[in-house]
T-cell receptor, first 113, second 114 residues
Framework: AAGVIQSPRHLIKEKRETATLKCYPI?????VYWYQQGPGQDPQFLISFYEKMQSDKGSIPDRFSAQQFSDYHSELNMSSLELGDSALYFC????????????FGQGTRLTVV | AQKVTQAQTEISVVEKEDVTLDCVYE???????LFWYKQPPSGELVFLIRRNSFDEQNEISGRYSWNFQKSTSSFNFTITASQVVDSAVYFC???????????FGKGTTLSVSS
């Protein structure tokens, strides 16, 4: 069965650079979520989209932005990267919101040097 | 605000032992959903189960079972006859009030030795 696809899997950037993470949800899923997981931490909710509209916002820095496109894929744009942005970034998708099963991608490991 | 508490930070067991991971969800909502996810050393988050607050039936899937008690908002996860491959971080999560995001607990690291 198709799963959530994230790219790239690994990314190394320097401080103050920009990064773009991509997420392709499971076919027919209309809801996408982004999470950030620091080392040894639990996943922290960043932002979610339902039917291409932002549905909720968590602890997402102003330097980050995201959107969901007409084909339902989503991109997380991160600018002015800081060392503290180094983390595992997960995208998840579900059908009709979080109260159905949300399936996660394998994550993008971002390292800022 | 909702809060997910996983009281056990780390658990170590020997293969074939049974182990129970605790989870308590604090919320004022009467309708909510709870989830368990497994994060093996490879890093991905694997969905295990979803349960709504109206369903207090226990669920069993192979060696895994879950016990939900609405009176205490606890959603405990038991692994029977644990195996080394069960070694992972297990996260309990609940939906937020708007149903737009999952709130995760701090996770329980389970180590199963042979």
């Amino acid at each position: 069965a198709a799963g959530v696809i994230q790219s790239p899997r690994h990314l190394i950037k320097e401080k103050r650079e920009t990064a773009t993470l991509k997420c392709y949800p499971i076919p027919r899923h209309d809801t996408v979520y982004w999470y950030q997981q620091g080392p040894g931490q639990d996943p922290q909710f960043l932002i979610s989209f339902y039917e291409k509209m932002q549905s909720d916002k968590g602890s997402i820095p102003d330097r980050f932005s995201a959107q969901q496109f007409s084909d339902y894929h989503s991109e997380l744009n991160m600018s002015s990267l800081e060392l503290g942005d180094s983390a595992l970034y997960f995208c998840a998708s579900s059908f009709r919101g979080v109260r159905t099963e949300a399936f996660f991608g394998q994550g993008t490991r971002l390292t800022v040097v | 605000a909702q809060k997910v508490t996983q009281a056990q930070t780390e658990i170590s067991v020997v293969e074939k032992e049974d182990v129970t991971l605790d989870c308590v969800y604090e919320t004022r909502d009467t309708t909510y959903y709870l989830f368990w996810y497994k994060q093996p050393p490879s890093g991905e988050l694997v969905f295990l189960i979803r349960r709504n607050s109206f369903d207090e039936q226990n669920e069993i899937s192979g060696r895994y079972s879950w016990n939900f008690q609405k009176s205490t908002s606890s959603f405990n996860f038991t692994i029977t006859a644990s195996q080394v491959v069960d070694s992972a971080v297990y996260f309990c999560a609940g939906d937020n009030q708007a149903g737009t995001a999952l709130i995760f607990g701090k996770g329980t690291t389970l180590s199963v030795s042979s």
